[in-house]
């Protein structure tokens, strides 16, 4: 895109997202030296504009290329337009980490829901993740949420997942490819899904689980104690009869759990370490 597309680009998504403040990157010099300042050829900064702030963000390459979260939104909404069968979807996003970091999530509300078990039925959702600080690089997960509530439960192992360092070359057309294939791996996830629904465990595989979980000792017990949305009991309560809980349970309570914790990217990472851990039960 052009400097002068993208600032279209930019305010024409700015408009349609009024209550999200949304960062600006931009490049600049390095210099080094006390009284005789001299550039550093080798490096440039990536300084983030967020809330009347600047933030050096990254130390990064010369040719490196700046994208604003901005076209992201922008091209995954033009690349949606060419799948109507999915539905419109719903978005969310999240700045995170003054600007440094983005997560942009799309909830098919639309598509006819998947039922898991009985009270528990979940609608896809594609997750974008980007970053200015070099930590994230720009990534399409598949997932899907509960429909019995706002979870926000990430697809792990065996579903597709795209990652790209820049989006040079990445047009609309691929955009809308990777969609498709994300809502092939949301299929396939959800079949996975209902094998956990029908798995306990054992009390050695509990306590080991246990064991791997992102969770420290105060976090367990809350987990544990969440009461499950269409289910109507917690983990506690169900393990009063069961040596060890159902995987599906286990799922929904962290994720839960995870839902409302204050920091995005606590939810984000911790949500990506729960579904690896129970993948690796399989």
Not at 238 to 259: A, C, E, F, I
Request: with cysteine; aromatic share 10%; net charge negative.
């Amino acid at each position: 895109m052009s400097n002068e597309f993208s600032n279209a680009v930019r305010q024409e998504v700015e408009e349609r997202y009024p209550d999200i403040e949304f960062p600006y990157a931009r490049r600049e010099p390095i210099w080094y030296g006390r009284r005789k300042h001299h550039m550093v050829g080798e490096k440039i900064g990536i300084v983030v504009s967020y809330k009347d702030e600047d933030y050096l963000s990254y130390l990064a390459s010369p040719n490196y290329k700046i994208v604003q979260y901005q076209e992201i939104v922008w091209r995954t909404e033009k690349a949606m337009e060419r799948l109507e069968e999915f539905g419109k979807p719903t978005p969310h996003i999240e700045i995170i980490q003054e600007g440094r970091k983005f997560n942009y999530e799309l909830k098919f509300k639309d598509c006819d829901p998947v039922k898991i078990r009985d009270g528990h039925e979940v609608h896809p959702n594609i997750m974008i993740k980007a970053s200015h600080d070099g930590m994230w690089e720009y990534q399409i997960n598949s997932g899907a949420i509960a429909f019995v509530c706002t979870n926000g439960l990430v697809v792990g192992e065996s579903a597709y997942m795209e990652k790209r360092k820049h989006l040079t070359g990445l047009n609309i057309e691929a955009i809308a490819d990777t969609m498709e294939k994300s809502m092939e791996a949301f299929s396939t996830e959800t079949g996975i899904w209902k094998q956990w629904a029908e798995r306990q465990l054992t009390a050695p595989e509990w306590a080991e689980v246990q064991e791997d979980l992102p969770f420290g000792k105060k976090q367990l017990p809350a987990v544990l104690s969440t009461r499950l949305d269409g289910a109507g009991y917690s983990l506690n309560e169900y393990l009063k009869d069961h040596d060890g809980p159902n995987v599906w349970d286990l799922y929904m309570g962290s994720t839960q759990y995870l839902r409302d914790v204050d920091s995005p990217l606590v939810r984000i990472n911790k949500t990506n370490q729960v579904t690896s851990v129970l993948h690796s039960l399989n």
